[in-house]
Structures are given as C-alpha cells and as structure tokens.
C-alpha cells in the first residue's frame, strides 16, 4: 500500500513538473500567437484607448455630461458641440466619454459575479459529481430554459431599477454558462495523477481545487469571461433603455439612446453617437476574445 501510495506521489511530482512546463511554454505560445494577430492587436490597441479615454474623462470632457443649458438645446454637431447636443442643451462628447467609464465598469462587474458564482458552483459541481452535481447542473438548465436577456430583465425588474441591480442581473444571467463551461474543464482535470496524490497526501478538497484543478481550467474561463464583457455592456445598455437600469441624468449610453429616441427626426445626433459607442466597443472586446481564444486554444495555434 505504502510502495503503491509513492508511486503515486513520484508520479505526480513528474507530470506536475511536466504540466507546469507546458503551461510555461503554452503562455508564450500564446503570446506569440496573439503577437502574430494583427486583427487582435488593433483591437487590443483600441480597448486600451477607450480604457483610457474611461479613466481620464474628467480630463477629457469639455463640459459637464450633466449639465444643462436650455439656449443649447438641440444643436447639431459643431467646433463648440462636437457630437452636438441633447434636448436639455448637454453636451453629448462628455457624456459619451463618461458613458464609456459607467459601461466598462458595468462589463467587469457583471462578467465578475458571473463568473466567480458560476465558476465556483462549476468547480464544486464538477469536483465532488454525484447528487452535487446533479441538483447544480438542474438548476443551470432551469435558469438555461431562459434567454439570458430575458432572465436578466425578469431579474431587474424583481430587484427594480438601478445600474447596481443591472449589474447584478446581467451577471446571474450570465451563471450557468460559466458554471457549465467550468464543470466540463474541472471532470477532465481532476483525472490528472497530480490530484490523486494531492488526496493521497490528505491535502484538502478546497485546496486541490483551488491550487490543482482550477488552474487548469482558467484559460477557458477567461476567454468566455472576455467575450461576455461585450455581452453584459449590451444587455445593460439595452436594460437601461427599457428603463430598468441608469436613471436620469446618468450618462449611460442605453439611457441616452432612451432619451433621444423621440428627437430622432429633428437631432439624430442624440442616438447616433451613442449607438455607435456601443457598436465599437462591443465590436472590439469580441475582436480581442476571439483573439486570446485562437492564441490559448492550441488545437487551433497547432
């Protein structure tokens, strides 16, 4: 028992120190990869210059997003206004620009309790298998029988209207398609010699998973948690165009889509730019996940 048990735990040792020097030469085959992607460098490029143009708005902006003048009111795209103004004379550049800094924080919110409560809920589920497994996988396809922006809605709208709320339900929608993703990865994982001797050992179950399993499963994880970020920005800005998410005089870009549909004739500024924030951002955070999904998928770098 003793022999068998060293084996064991040599074994492991070896496909450990083999693992981590494939993880080592996978992370610079992927960065070489990404490097080669000409597509996914601009892209990444431009989401830094929006990260950015997010940060220092406050520098950027010529004016106040929630400032109002009334003999500005409406006017079309200028030296002065250069995207123009609303109906209440703000001015539409700052708001935009401060649009970008509520939107990505939205994103990275909402993909963050997405994926930590689905990431966890996987994990376990795919760790222990049995009834666990089971009853979380159950409730992954009740919640899966829904749209996601339609769960999302139905959640906002139990909580109400506010950006926190949104956030909140964009990211409990997004729940069962990491939990899913991260049980799959977890049952290949755990097959691995290295997390039998972890249990030989006696190391405990949250260690092996947090140190052993959930390593092996993060490049998926983070590829889909990339890509969800242009789907929580889209599903909050269309919440906040419905009325359920940012309230007035937020600068979110949903919200200032709402707030201008009914000047479209007569000032089509108001949605365009806006409308086209969110078309370029979400654009780009899919240009740059489809690109770290080709550099860290090596059946496709192969």
Same mark, same amino acid.
């Given at each position: ?11 492991? @040792? ?44 406050? %520098?950027? %902006?010529?004016?106040?997003? &929630? ?40 994103? @990275?919110?909402? +993909? ?8 966890? %809920? ?47 339900? +964009? ?21 691995? @010699?290295?997390?039998? =001797? ?25 590829? +889909?948690?990339?890509?969800?970020? =242009?789907?929580?920005?889209?599903? =909050? ?12 005089? &937020? ?5 200032? @889509? ?36 080709? =550099? ?7």
């Amino acid at each position: 028992m003793a022999t068998a048990s060293t084996e064991t735990v040599l074994g492991s @040792l070896q496909e450990r120190r083999a693992a981590k020097q494939n993880g080592r030469g996978g992370a610079a085959r992927a960065m070489s990869e990404l490097r080669r992607n000409p597509i996914a460098l601009f892209g990444l490029a431009l989401l830094v210059l929006l990260v950015l143009a997010a940060v220092f708005a406050g %520098a950027i %902006a010529p004016y106040s997003p &929630t400032e109002i003048s009334a003999r500005d009111a409406l006017q079309p795209p200028s030296w002065d206004h250069v995207m123009g103004t609303d109906n209440l004379g703000r001015d539409i550049f700052s708001r935009v620009l401060y649009g970008a800094r509520i939107s990505l924080r939205v994103g @990275l919110i909402s +993909v963050g309790v997405g994926a930590v409560i689905g990431g966890l %809920a996987g994990l376990i589920s795919g760790y222990y298998r049995g009834w666990v497994d089971v009853v979380i996988m159950r409730l992954a396809d009740v919640m899966l029988a829904f749209p996601r922006l339609l769960l999302a809605l139905l959640i906002s709208f139990v909580l109400g209207p506010s950006l926190t709320n949104v956030m909140i339900a +964009v990211g409990v929608a997004a729940v069962p398609e990491y939990a899913r993703l991260t049980r799959g990865s977890v049952l290949s994982a755990r097959e691995n @010699l290295y997390v039998d =001797a972890a249990h030989v050992v006696g190391c405990p179950d949250r260690i092996i998973m947090l140190r052993h399993v959930l390593p092996n499963v993060f490049a998926p994880l983070l590829v +889909v948690a990339t890509l969800g970020i =242009a789907w929580a920005m889209l599903a =909050a800005a269309s919440l906040s165009f419905l009325g359920m998410g940012a309230q007035p005089p &937020t600068p979110e870009w949903g919200a200032m @889509l709402s707030d201008g549909r009914n000047f479209l004739r007569r000032a089509w500024w108001i949605v365009t730019f806006p409308g086209l924030a969110i078309m370029v951002t979400v654009l780009v955070i899919n240009v740059v996940g489809d690109g770290l999904r080709d =550099a860290l998928d090596p059946r496709i770098s192969d």
